[in-house]
C-alpha cells in the first residue's frame, strides 16, 4: 500500500503538482499519466460547476490519484461538497487570520460542529464503508491547506501553522506581491515572506507549499522551506509545449 499524500507531504518529501483549469475529465485522465504526486482542480478561478468538478473528481477517485480542490471560497458548504465528491482535501484562498484557519480545519473534518456526515456519498464509497472507518479516513487522508496570500497572513503565519487540523500553509506569491505594491513573484519582499512561513511549517511539522511558473526556481524555494510545489497549470504546458514546436518549425524556414 503506497504512503497517502497526507503523509508525505507531512513527512516532507518533495512533491510535484500542478493545477487543472480545464473542467474536463479527460484532463483529469491524461494528468494522472503524467508522473505528477498530485494535482490541483482550481475551482477558485476557473469555470468549474458542479456536475463538470463532480465528474472530474469521479474519474480521479477512479484512478486512486490524489486530487486536491481549491475552492472558490472557505464557506462551509464549498468545503463540504468537494469532499463528499471524492477530494483528497480542499485548498482554501485568503487565510490570513488563525480564526479563519480554525474554521477551515473543522469544517473540514468530523466533529462537534465540523463536517457533516454523510455514507451515501463517494468520498464514503456509496454507503459501502462503516462510520469507524471513515472518521479515521477523514483524520489519516483528508488534506487541508490554507493559503497564505495577504501580509496579516504572513505575519500571523506561526499562529496559523500551530492550527490543529491544518496541514499545510500555500503561499500564494501572485497575490502577495499585489499586496506589496510590487509586480515580480520572485521580488525579495515575496521571497522573504516564503522564507517566514517556511519557517513556521518547519517548527509546526507541517508543509510548505508554493506556485511557480516553471522548476527552474525549484532549487531556491526548497532552500527557504518549499516541499510542495504547485507548477503552472494544464494550460501553462500546453502553452509552453505549442511555443516550443511553433519555434523550433519556424527555424526551417530562415535555414
Known amino acids: 500500500m503506497t504512503d497517502s ?42 469555470p468549474y460547476d458542479r ?16 486530487t486536491l480542490v481549491r475552492v472558490p471560497s472557505g464557506e462551509r458548504h464549498e468545503i463540504l461538497k468537494v469532499l463528499d465528491s471524492g477530494a483528497t482535501g480542499v485548498v482554501v484562498p485568503h487565510v490570513d487570520t488563525v480564526e479563519k484557519a480554525k474554521e477551515v480545519a473543522q469544517w473540514s473534518r468530523f466533529g462537534h460542529g465540523g463536517r457533516g456526515y454523510a455514507g451515501s456519498t463517494r468520498w464514503a464509497g456509496f454507503t459501502t464503508r462503516k462510520m469507524p472507518e471513515l472518521l ?9 491547506v490554507v493559503q497564505i496570500e495577504e501580509p496579516e497572513g504572513v505575519d500571523d503565519c ?54 511557480a511558473p516553471d522548476t527552474s526556481t525549484a532549487a531556491a524555494l526548497n532552500k527557504l522551506g518549499v516541499t510542495m510545489f504547485h507548477i503552472a497549470s494544464e494550460h501553462g504546458f500546453a502553452m509552453a509545449g505549442a511555443r516550443h514546436t511553433a519555434s523550433e518549425l519556424a527555424k526551417l524556414g530562415t535555414s
Request: include cysteine.
Open 158 to 211: 506561526e499562529n496559523i501553522a500551530a492550527v490543529e487540523g491544518v496541514d499545510a500553509l500555500f503561499v500564494g506569491p501572485a497575490d502577495l506581491a499585489v499586496c506589496y505594491g510590487v509586480t515580480d513573484i520572485n521580488d525579495k519582499l515575496v521571497r522573504d515572506a516564503i522564507a517566514k512561513v517556511g519557517v513556521a511549517t518547519k517548527a509546526n511539522n507541517k508543509c510548505c507549499i508554493t506556485f
Open 136 to 144: 479515521q479516513k477523514s483524520q489519516d487522508d483528508t488534506v487541508v
Open 51 to 66: 456536475g463538470r468538478l463532480d465528474a472530474c473528481l469521479a474519474v480521479a477517485n477512479a484512478l486512486n490519484f490524489p
Open 5 to 46: 499524500l497526507r503523509t508525505r507531504m507531512l513527512r516532507g518529501d518533495i512533491l510535484s503538482g500542478t493545477f487543472v483549469k480545464t473542467p474536463s475529465h479527460d484532463i483529469i485522465e491524461i494528468m494522472a499519466l503524467s508522473g505528477l504526486d498530485y494535482i490541483t482542480i482550481d475551482a477558485e478561478h476557473a
